[in-house]
């Protein structure tokens, strides 16, 4: 596919007044950096996060920097179904359009097998389970013309196994290969949102990015939680290869607001190996694409979360 000679930025996002964009972890890193893009282009903004002091703390940054934006606070732990359905039943009692919901938040590579609540494999459920139910409450306010969803995959995900004998790694976890499951699995999401939407014609659209390698602190709670000499080298290697968490929000940013961005493509960076650099369109791992894998993994979602998906119905309504 080719390559944009224009290196889009920030600067290039279109004004968003009026608009209304909810962003899961946006309160630190990539999330706080596309919060503040889009406030700052005059869109409203929630932070869907876990803690209230960090939401209220990164809500003052973006006030601090624009003024007039407006940005509310969302409590959401995703790694909890319970607050999954009490975050979109308060939103949904506001009765508001939603014109970007933005699937952020994630876990990486936890050095021991943790579970949510629910009893999902940590990874999977916050990365992937919990967009997936929080989404699915969410589409009757997302139906309408112009409405985004963006889903933030990585290029981990390439080299991803998609074990339906063993989803939630009750045996032989490996931290790195269950992030990369969970990363898969956003994609394969993403896609197969999109492929719904069409087929019930409804004018919101599914879009995957990726971050390139972004200095963020997922690398700090995930694998440097294992403390010792790779708690060490991490920060210093990422420093090394990576870019700002501000430069890794833009294909993010790209998705969300650029006239060109179109639904089922999936965006990331256009450096050497996507690692750093501007949005441009990329090209995912074979299996993200295979609607066999996405029709069963969405059919499992359903059935593990409880929150089912009337596409059908509710955009016809």
Same mark, same amino acid.
């Given at each position: 596919?080719?390559?944009?000679?224009?290196?889009?930025?920030?600067?290039?996002?279109?004004?968003?007044?009026?608009?209304?964009?909810?962003?899961?972890?946006?309160?630190?890193?990539?999330?706080?950096?596309?919060?503040?893009?889009?406030?700052?282009?005059?869109?409203?903004?929630?932070?869907?996060?876990?803690?209230?002091?960090?939401?209220?703390?990164?809500?003052?940054?973006?006030?601090?920097?624009?003024?007039?934006?407006?940005?509310?606070?969302?409590?959401?732990?995703?790694?909890?179904?319970?607050?999954?359905?009490?975050?979109?039943?308060?939103?949904?009692?506001? *009765?508001?359009?939603?014109? =970007?919901?933005? #699937?952020?938040? &994630?876990?990486? %590579? !936890?050095?021991?097998?943790? /579970?949510?609540?629910? *009893?999902?494999?940590?990874? =999977?459920?916050? #990365?992937?389970? &919990?967009?997936? %139910? !929080?989404?699915?409450?969410? /589409?009757?306010?997302?139906?309408?013309?112009?409405?985004?969803?963006?889903?933030?995959?990585?290029?981990?995900?390439?080299?991803?196994?998609?074990?339906?004998?063993?989803?939630?790694?009750?045996?032989?976890?490996?931290?790195?290969?269950?992030?990369?499951?969970?990363?898969?699995?956003?994609?394969?999401?993403?896609?197969?949102?999109?492929?719904?939407?069409?087929?019930?014609?409804?004018?919101?659209?599914?879009?995957?990015?990726?971050?390139?390698?972004?200095?963020?602190?997922?690398?700090?709670?995930?694998?440097?939680?294992?403390?010792?000499?790779?708690?060490?080298?991490?920060?210093?290697?990422?420093?090394?290869?990576?870019?700002?968490?501000?430069?890794?929000?833009?294909?993010?940013?790209?998705?969300?607001?650029?006239?060109?961005?179109?639904?089922?493509?999936?965006?990331?960076?256009?450096?050497?190996?996507?690692?750093?650099?501007?949005?441009?369109?990329?090209?995912?791992?074979?299996?993200?694409?295979?609607?066999?894998?996405?029709?069963?993994?969405?059919?499992?979602?359903?059935?593990?979360?409880?929150?089912?998906?009337?596409?059908?119905?509710?955009?016809?309504?």
């Amino acid at each position: 596919m080719s390559r944009a000679s224009h290196k889009w930025t920030a600067a290039d996002i279109p004004r968003q007044d009026g608009k209304l964009a909810l962003i899961t972890g946006g309160n630190s890193g990539i999330g706080f950096h596309a919060a503040l893009e889009l406030a700052r282009a005059g869109c409203a903004v929630i932070l869907a996060c876990r803690d209230h002091i960090r939401a209220d703390s990164a809500r003052g940054r973006i006030l601090a920097a624009v003024p007039n934006a407006q940005v509310e606070v969302l409590i959401l732990d995703l790694a909890s179904l319970e607050s999954v359905r009490a975050a979109a039943a308060a939103f949904l009692s506001t *009765g508001r359009a939603l014109d =970007l919901l933005i #699937n952020n938040a &994630g876990v990486m %590579a !936890l050095p021991e097998r943790r /579970l949510t609540r629910d *009893g999902f494999e940590m990874q =999977l459920g916050t #990365n992937h389970f &919990g967009h997936f %139910a !929080l989404t699915g409450l969410l /589409l009757p306010q997302l139906l309408h013309a112009g409405a985004r969803i963006v889903t933030v995959s990585s290029k981990a995900h390439r080299g991803a196994t998609m074990d339906f004998g063993d989803l939630q790694w009750e045996h032989g976890y490996r931290p790195w290969p269950a992030y990369r499951r969970s990363k898969l699995a956003n994609l394969l999401f993403g896609f197969e949102l999109q492929r719904r939407l069409e087929r019930a014609h409804a004018p919101a659209i599914s879009i995957v990015v990726h971050p390139g390698v972004s200095n963020t602190n997922l690398f700090a709670a995930g694998p440097g939680q294992g403390g010792g000499l790779i708690a060490k080298i991490i920060p210093l290697f990422i420093a090394l290869i990576g870019q700002s968490d501000a430069q890794g929000a833009l294909p993010t940013l790209y998705a969300a607001t650029a006239p060109q961005a179109q639904g089922g493509r999936y965006y990331g960076c256009d450096g050497l190996g996507e690692m750093r650099g501007y949005p441009v369109e990329v090209r995912a791992e074979t299996q993200a694409y295979d609607e066999a894998l996405a029709a069963r993994l969405w059919q499992i979602s359903e059935e593990l979360t409880g929150v089912s998906y009337s596409i059908d119905a509710t955009a016809s309504s």
